[in-house]
């Protein structure tokens, strides 16, 4: 999921683990964090990093319209839908650019989406490459280097319209991040809470695949980002996924290791109280004397290296971070001590994450990179990573800009308008009127 601060990487010395809660202003809202876990629950063992906790309870959720004044009751208007969870700033500014580039909206979060009321029509899809009576002649491929929008259509027309709390619109673009089924609220029946949540996960899911647009793309998981990163000849840190981390420790050179979790770093107990466990770099030694887990775990081999990058990937254009901290969950813990730095990527670096998002079908993704002795060293990507914590603590807003120049224009391609981009000087304007609280990690 990776709420909030999503950007683990390992670089730096371990947690301290003194138990602490402090708040916090972040992509999703007011969080409590709780260095120990939650007060009275089972923590989820020694092995698997320090953990935190954040109580994303108090956010209000609503549906927010940005649509023109509605047309005949006939008419679908085209629209881009945004689905994520409730206070979470990104999509909250982005919608608000949207609106100001003229281009349709509506954002729908996870808490509150079981109020609204839905019905969908579906359409044959008509696909870009696929000749039509009013397109005779088939759209070719970009030429940009960046993957085609993942979705049913593909920078086709929209197949599918809603009728949402009355209001019929033609989806052109779904994006989805952080829509997680676990964040819905309960219900007395147990069984109904879980249909309901998994019902609504799966429209919204499958919207993305019906849309001519959608993203992020691809959600390629660890272990497979990993290995695909190796297959692609980029290096990635020695890894063994283990329910023995000592055992793996035990083959792992050097004096430090990396300990992760396979899935999400986070884990929702309960409709909007989230707990995580971070990756944590510990000294070799004391990982040769942990029990073996009932879980498994990836244990890494720690890179010693001269920089770490966060680089995020936006419809081709590729922008990066240096980032400076003591250790993996700085960012949670000590975000004054955390310095983030506008960076030019370098020529190796830029071609690693254009193939890789090619790879995995990748329209954004938050990637996470190490520079050693001048080779990259492929780290994981976020496919939800936020990205407006980083633009806060460097200045400037070239993410912001470049991900709502990227709807627009695969706004306006589902709508077979080929229009000259909007200047970023002109986005980079609108978005001083943007909101600007709550910038997440």
Known sequence: MGYGRDHEKEAGGSGTGVRRRIGIAHGC?????S??????????????????TVDLRGSPGSVSWRLPEPGPATDAAPCVVLADRAGCAEFAVLQDTLHYLGVPSVRVDAETVAALRLSA????????????ADRPTADRPTTDGAPAASGGVAGGRPCAVLDLDGRRIAPTVVWARHFSLRAMPASASAAQTLLRAESWHAVVRQLCSLAPASLPGNRPGRLEQLAGAAAAGIRVPRTIVTTDPAGAAAAMPGRRVVVKVVGEHFVETSPGLLTGVLPEIAARAEVLRRPALDYPVIVQEHVEHDAELRVYHVAGAVHAYAVRKRAPDSPWREAAEVAVTPVAAPPAVADAVRGLASLWGLTYGAF????????????EVNTDGDWRWFEAKAGGRPVSTAVALAIRTLHLTALGIAGPPSPPELVDFLLLGARTLGSGR
């Open 368 to 379: 996470d990179l190490l520079l050693s002795a001048g080779e990259v060293v492929f780290l």
């Open 121 to 132: 029509t579906l359409a044959a899809p008509v696909r870009a490459d696929r000749p039509t």
């Open 29 to 33: 809202g007011h969080a409590l964090l």
């Open 35 to 52: 260095a120990a876990g939650v007060p009275g629950q089972a923590g989820l063992g020694p092995s698997c990093g320090p953990h935190v």
